[in-house]
């Protein structure tokens, strides 16, 4: 499907020179003289190479369509991760840098989507919140208003967020996987 260059978003998958990319952040420019650009910045989701490119409202761009599919996370092969197909049952090894940064936040038996294009798998995603428990926290400093202070805690996975000050070691809580940030307390 064919989309203007000022319609690309976050999270479009399209098709540039022959390969397919992921659009990661976009920049709507209007300089003073001249028209107006999206300045694009993607990555490819076969080789993982990165690039920005410009596009004008002239311009039009291939979305592509992905197909998507529920699996279940089972565990960690290093350096690969193991799948297993909820309705077939079969098993598939993904590199783990597929996921990024998200695959600390990865459980066994958790439910993730694979997007696949031409049957091949070319990306993972999480939940886009998942609960945690938090194994440290520091101290609250005297003085700090609730409001706009936050403190810093490690997960139990290692991962490192920012909460509120009423929270302390040992409360679950809910984390946005893909921003690592707080949501809310469980329960």
Same mark, same amino acid.
């Given at each position: 499907?064919?989309?203007?260059?000022?319609?690309?978003?976050?999270?479009?998958?399209?098709?540039?020179?022959?390969?397919?990319?992921?659009?990661?952040?976009?920049?709507?420019?209007?300089?003073?003289?001249?028209?107006?650009?999206?300045?694009?910045?993607?990555? /490819?989701?076969?080789?993982?190479?990165?690039?920005?490119?410009?596009?004008?409202?002239?311009?039009?761009?291939?979305?592509?369509?992905?197909?998507?599919?529920?699996?279940?996370?089972?565990?960690?092969?290093?350096? /690969?991760?193991?799948?297993?197909?909820?309705?077939?049952?079969?098993?598939?090894?993904?590199?783990?840098?597929?996921?990024?940064?998200?695959?600390?936040?990865?459980?066994?038996?958790?439910?993730?989507?694979?997007?696949?294009?031409?049957?091949?798998?070319?990306?993972?995603?999480?939940?886009?919140?998942?609960?945690?428990?938090?194994?440290?926290?520091?101290?609250?400093?005297?003085?700090?208003?609730?409001?706009?202070?936050?403190?810093?805690?490690?997960?139990?996975?290692?991962?490192?967020?920012?909460?509120?000050?009423?929270?302390?070691?040992? $409360?679950?809580?809910?984390?946005?996987?893909?921003?690592? $940030?707080?949501?809310?307390?469980?329960?």
């Amino acid at each position: 499907m064919k989309i203007s260059g000022v319609d690309i978003r976050p999270g479009n998958i399209i098709e540039y020179e022959g390969g397919i990319w992921k659009v990661a952040k976009i920049q709507h420019t209007q300089p003073g003289k001249g028209g107006a650009y999206m300045q694009v910045e993607m990555k /490819n989701l076969v080789d993982g190479r990165k690039t920005n490119v410009r596009y004008r409202s002239a311009d039009t761009v291939e979305k592509v369509h992905l197909d998507t599919k529920e699996f279940q996370y089972l565990y960690a092969e290093e350096p /690969n991760l193991v799948f297993m197909d909820k309705d077939t049952y079969e098993q598939i090894l993904l590199p783990l840098d597929l996921l990024g940064e998200a695959a600390a936040f990865l459980d066994d038996g958790m439910d993730v989507t694979l997007e696949l294009y031409d049957e091949k798998p070319i990306s993972v995603a999480l939940p886009d919140q998942v609960e945690a428990t938090i194994v440290e926290a520091d101290a609250v400093v005297k003085g700090q208003t609730a409001s706009s202070s936050y403190k810093p805690a490690i997960l139990e996975n290692g991962v490192r967020v920012m909460v509120p000050p009423h929270i302390g070691s040992g $409360t679950r809580i809910l984390v946005d996987v893909y921003e690592r $940030t707080y949501v809310g307390k469980v329960g």
